[in-house]
């Protein structure tokens, strides 16, 4: 018993913080990996965290997550029609501010395609 607690105790201490909110997760899969397109199901969901983070750190985001966390923060976690409300404007947003004929975030994923880069891209560290 002791050591099952002791065992679980040093787990938490490695535990790395995360600022991922999962109900946003759950309504982002809600939305659009709701197996209507299997391999973007697929995808969304073999990519988990990195469809709007990127890097170790929950911390970092990349395009897409920094495109929603201009509309969320943690206490809208509750408010599900908030949430909905965000992931469709940033479906809206361009993709690349810099490039005037970047696709929409939502072109992106209606192509397929993570929101906020690869897979790859966004395991990657920022700034590596």
Excluded: W
Excluded at 59 to 80: F, I, M, P, T, W
């Amino acid at each position: 018993m002791l050591r099952s607690l002791l065992a679980l105790a040093v787990a938490a201490c490695f535990a790395t913080p995360s600022l991922a909110i999962k109900q946003f997760q759950d309504q982002y899969f809600e939305k659009y990996a709701d197996g209507s397109d299997e391999g973007f199901s697929e995808l969304a969901k073999e990519a988990k965290c990195y469809n709007c983070h990127q890097g170790k750190k929950k911390k970092n985001r990349n395009a897409y997550g920094q495109a929603l966390a201009e509309h969320l923060s943690k206490k809208d976690k509750k408010d599900v029609e908030k949430i909905v409300a965000a992931l469709e404007k940033v479906a809206e947003e361009s993709s690349n501010a810099d490039d005037p004929d970047a696709p929409t975030f939502g072109e992106l994923i209606a192509e397929g395609k993570l929101p906020g880069g690869t897979l790859e891209e966004s395991k990657e560290e920022p700034g590596a």
